[in-house]
């Protein structure tokens, strides 16, 4: 501890130096972090805490006159080494007027800054302690989660320095290093649900079990993961609800209570408004909330388009907003598609410069020019997985966008679907660009020395695909004038084309490229024509 005063002071000296007023503090490690701040504070600069250091955000803080200090790739401030006899102490921190500046996603889809006193993390520290400290006691604290984020620098940073316990600097990519780094100490594990959901049989249960306890938060931990947590790791999960704007508003055992117990001092309303010691003032909570009788709640939802991927907080309007500022981007709509890791789901509708840049350069060299364009502005674990590409926006018949469709399309298995390069649609028409990759399960067997494509399946393509895009509900009746003109093999770029005549309850299909044509038929809906 007098190490880090010591280089606390040193860092002070530097920084009451500077003229500017404006910090932005990013480390990827949490002790050279946890000493930056501490002198910021001391010298009596204002403190903006970046989620990020890509570079997009640099520049932003850049031009709200914050100089960069940490690891900023080169464009940070650089303080001297220097070891300076100091015999000055480090007098006690006005904790009202000590602040730092974190960014946080609005639901406009612009990201808004919101300034939190030393006192109001204080506040909550010590209602944590309250709650946890005597099960954490000595604990050194582990995390996997970063502390350039609220959750990772209360549990992380703040409170053990309150409490006088060590953290380890470093943060864990994934549980099996932090488990080698813990193995001669008592340790708690700062987590997310997502790093929980991913441990598996082949999981270190025993080290998980000597843990004396696991935190979590960024999301809801789902009932089966926390049961798999209690089970094979004897380990009930704390969940810590909060956000950036409120700080820790609630905590949970799964899967003993599912529901949502208040912090001490924290109160509720059943319309989702919150008063809490550590916000200025009551505000309504972003998700709605059912308020149970004994003063418990459960989650129902949010209220905006703000998701959490990896615990990472993710406006979809802000991303819709960039993507719409590439000259290739018409129209565009991003979704959250779930599952074991869930994803993003980007929907773009191509200009006509678009579609010439796909016809020119491939789906590939697009999607990573668009990659690439918005890596300077968002972190890579939040990057669509999945692209899917129109000349427009599906809509339902109520002028909605079509969230079925999108979300089908995007959970295409790559086994048994060829990969849509791109979707055009017109009225009573679809026309798929597809790749037949060789990974389908069709081409295996069929035949062992030339992989040819069956015609049943791509009839059943041409039924699949034309029962989801002109949602076609009536069973399936017979088929008509059914050609196979040409072998389809691994590899193709094939076009397939659907027309729906909604009068005759007929599905006419077209399979071909640039030169011939592969197949062609009817097919036929309702019970009988």
Excluded at 213 to 226: H, K, M, N, Q, V
Excluded at 273 to 301: C, N, T, V, Y
Excluded at 369 to 378: A, T
Excluded at 409 to 436: N, W, Y
């Amino acid at each position: 501890m007098d190490e880090f005063k010591s280089q606390i002071l040193q860092k002070t000296v530097f920084f009451s130096q500077q003229s500017e007023e404006n910090f932005a503090v990013y480390h990827e490690q949490a002790y050279p972090f946890a000493v930056e701040l501490f002198a910021l504070l001391y010298a009596q600069k204002r403190i903006w805490l970046a989620a990020n250091n890509c570079p997009a955000t640099a520049e932003k803080l850049k031009q709200t006159g914050c100089v960069l200090t940490g690891d900023w790739n080169g464009q940070q401030i650089i303080a001297p080494e220097q070891n300076i006899a100091l015999n000055l102490s480090l007098p006690d921190l006005d904790l009202q007027k000590a602040s730092l500046h974190i960014f946080t996603s609005g639901s406009s889809g612009q990201p808004k800054v919101i300034a939190k006193s030393m006192q109001q993390f204080q506040d909550e520290i010590e209602r944590q302690e309250q709650l946890w400290g005597t099960m954490v006691n000595q604990s050194m604290v582990a995390s996997t989660v970063s502390h350039q984020h609220i959750y990772g620098l209360i549990f992380r940073v703040l409170w053990p320095l309150a409490a006088g316990r060590c953290f380890f600097s470093s943060q864990f990519l994934s549980p099996e290093p932090l488990f080698k780094a813990i193995a001669a100490h008592q340790a708690c594990w700062i987590a997310s649900p997502a790093q929980l959901k991913r441990l598996d049989e082949h999981s270190d249960w025993n080290k998980i079990r000597q843990l004396s306890a696991i935190f979590s938060s960024g999301g809801p931990l789902s009932r089966e993961t926390a049961q798999t947590m209690l089970q094979k790791g004897h380990q009930a999960v704390i969940e810590i609800y909060g956000s950036s704007e409120t700080g820790g508003i609630a905590w949970r055992k799964q899967p003993e209570n599912p529901l949502w117990t208040p912090l001490p001092d924290v109160k509720l309303e059943p319309s989702g408004r919150l008063s809490s010691p550590w916000i200025p003032r009551s505000m309504l909570l972003d998700d709605q909330i059912k308020l149970h009788a004994d003063g418990l709640f459960e989650l129902s939802g949010r209220k905006d388009r703000i998701v959490k991927i990896e615990e990472k907080r993710l406006s979809l309007s802000e991303m819709e907003q960039a993507i719409l500022k590439n000259p290739a981007i018409a129209d565009t709509h991003i979704l959250l598609l779930p599952g074991k890791r869930d994803k993003i789901i980007a929907s773009l509708a191509l200009t006509d410069t678009g579609i010439k840049q796909l016809e020119q350069s491939g789906r590939g060299t697009l999607i990573q020019y668009l990659r690439k364009q918005m890596s300077q502005i968002f972190e890579a674990t939040v990057l669509p997985r999945k692209w899917l590409l129109f000349n427009n926006i599906p809509m339902t018949t109520h002028g909605k966008t079509d969230h079925t469709l999108l979300t089908r399309l995007a959970g295409l298995e790559k086994q048994h679907f060829p990969l849509i390069r791109f979707c055009r649609m017109e009225q009573d028409t679809v026309s798929l660009d597809l790749t037949l990759q060789a990974e389908l399960c069709y081409f295996q067997g069929h035949f062992p020395e030339q992989p040819i494509l069956p015609g049943v399946t791509q009839i059943s393509w041409a039924d699949y695909f034309g029962r989801l895009f002109f949602n076609i509900t009536l069973p399936f009746f017979r088929m008509e004038v059914i050609k196979f003109k040409s072998i389809i093999q691994p590899d193709e770029q094939l076009t397939l084309k659907l027309c729906r005549n909604t009068e005759n309850g007929k599905l006419y299909f077209d399979i071909f490229n640039n030169t011939q044509s592969f197949a062609s038929g009817r097919l036929v809906y309702g019970e009988h024509i």
